[in-house]
């Protein structure tokens, strides 16, 4: 059954209703983009229906609708800029808690909620673990300078594609404004350092790239039997 559609469905379930079992009362807490977070979504709702007081801040309008859909009050960042906690989904996590994230497009709100939060949770299936990030690093640009800073993407070692939609004619574009741009890098040997330069490149928004938050991220490692959490503590030097 491991790596089935099923199970890795209910492996994803497992960690969300977990996530949203850390939630307390009279919490703000950021609502991450993603299929896992759904899951988180769904449990969150049922406990605020028995009663539970929470806020949410979305990272993407696909979030807000669901949480809408599910009865979960929503705020925004200006009206609460420090939140207890941000739980979010991922597309690769390493030994380090560094990760790639965006995959999703939301890649920008994800990170200033993920900022904004005392505690980062991570919800993903085991699949997600890897033992050195590599592949797709979404990014985020202006329109206006995509192009110049696709040539300074190229310079940094990587294959930069613009993301096309799928049912739509056209470039994706993000709940920003924005275009975003996968990066194929074959190996990314010093992720924290790359996430940097990336962020020097003028037009450049945002990177999927998320090296800063190891110390105060706990990730939730979805299993149909059990649930597997790593801390800080277990980062690998």
Do not use: H, W
């Amino acid at each position: 059954m491991a790596g089935t559609t099923e199970a890795v469905a209910a492996a994803k379930r497992a960690a969300g209703y977990q996530a949203a079992g850390m939630v307390e009362d009279e919490m703000v807490i950021g609502l991450g983009t993603g299929s896992t977070v759904l899951y988180m979504i769904e449990r969150l709702s049922g406990r605020v229906r028995d009663g539970l007081s929470v806020s949410g801040v979305p990272t993407s309008y696909q979030t807000a609708m669901k949480a809408r859909e599910y009865g979960i009050p929503l705020t925004t960042l200006d009206d609460n800029p420090v939140l207890d906690l941000a739980i979010d989904g991922a597309d690769q996590i390493d030994p380090q808690l560094r990760m790639i994230k965006g995959r999703g497009a939301a890649l920008t709100r994800e990170k200033c909620v993920a900022a904004a939060a005392f505690r980062f949770i991570v919800v993903a299936d085991d699949m997600k673990m890897v033992s050195r990030l590599s592949g797709v690093v979404p990014v985020e640009t202006i329109p206006f300078a995509t192009k110049t800073a696709m040539g300074q993407l190229r310079g940094l070692g990587c294959r930069p594609f613009i993301r096309e939609a799928v049912k739509k004619d056209g470039p994706v574009i993000t709940d920003n404004g924005n275009f975003i741009v996968d990066c194929q890098f074959d190996e990314i040997a010093d992720p924290a350092a790359l996430e940097a330069a990336l962020a020097m490149i003028p037009g450049v928004v945002e990177s999927g790239l998320f090296t800063r938050f190891s110390k105060n991220t706990t990730v939730i490692i979805g299993n149909e039997k059990k649930c597997k959490v790593l801390t800080s503590a277990d980062v690998v030097p």
